[in-house]
């Protein structure tokens, strides 16, 4: 059985996300041979184009992590209909210099949560178009847009709906069959 390696790109910055959240409820869901890796958003310095030639270390970081995953994770909140600009930014670096985009060729999958009832669908949306954009073959069907309410996840990171679990195990066991086809 192989390991496989997926980087975790969650959009959102705050100590308290709930997309932060839901990627480490869908850690849980995982089997013992795919392990999460989670990228550090935060202290990427916005992308300068007079910087990619020496590029900061934490972009550097980043791109290896790309670079060494065998699939990309994106969970993502909406953040004025589309996505965060933490995102953006990370995924301006991991393009970068030019001839050097670590996202292609990638396999990748979307989800988030939002008190919304249309939970994260158009910041999906974007985030689907710019990573296709880049060359990442990024999983389309079933699309997750789910909506948080109190309790959802509990602090243990379960998730406490049967219904919401089996949905999102089953898009999880997708997505990894998804990440398997296209590492071989």
């Known amino acids: 059985m192989s390991t496989y390696k997926i980087a975790v790109f969650v959009g959102s910055l705050r100590a308290a996300s709930i997309n932060l959240r839901l990627a480490h409820a869908?850690?849980?869901l995982l089997p013992e041979n795919v392990k999460f890796e989670y990228a550090s958003l935060g202290d990427v310095p916005l992308y300068n184009q007079d910087n990619e030639m020496s590029m900061p270390p934490s972009a550097a970081k980043l791109k290896e992590l790309i670079a060494n995953a065998d699939g990309l994770l994106f969970v993502t909140p909406e953040h004025n209909r589309s996505i965060p600009a933490a995102l953006k930014n990370a995924i301006d670096w991991g393009s970068r210099p030019w001839g050097k985009n670590s996202w292609?060729?990638?396999?990748?999958g979307i989800v988030?949560?939002?008190p919304s009832a249309a939970g994260t669908a158009m910041a999906q949306q974007h985030?689907?178009?710019i990573l296709a954009a880049e060359g990442v073959n990024v999983l389309t069907t079933p699309e997750v847009f789910l909506q948080?309410?109190?309790g959802l996840i509990d602090d243990q990171y379960t998730?406490?709906?049967e219904g919401t679990r089996k949905f999102l195990q089953g898009w999880l066991d997708l997505y990894l069959a998804w990440v398997a086809k296209h590492a071989a």
């Open 26 to 28: 869908l850690e849980k």
């Open 127 to 129: 985030l689907r178009n």
């Open 159 to 161: 998730i406490t709906n």
């Open 148 to 150: 948080t309410t109190e």
């Open 104 to 108: 292609v060729g990638k396999t990748g």
């Open 112 to 114: 988030g949560t939002s």
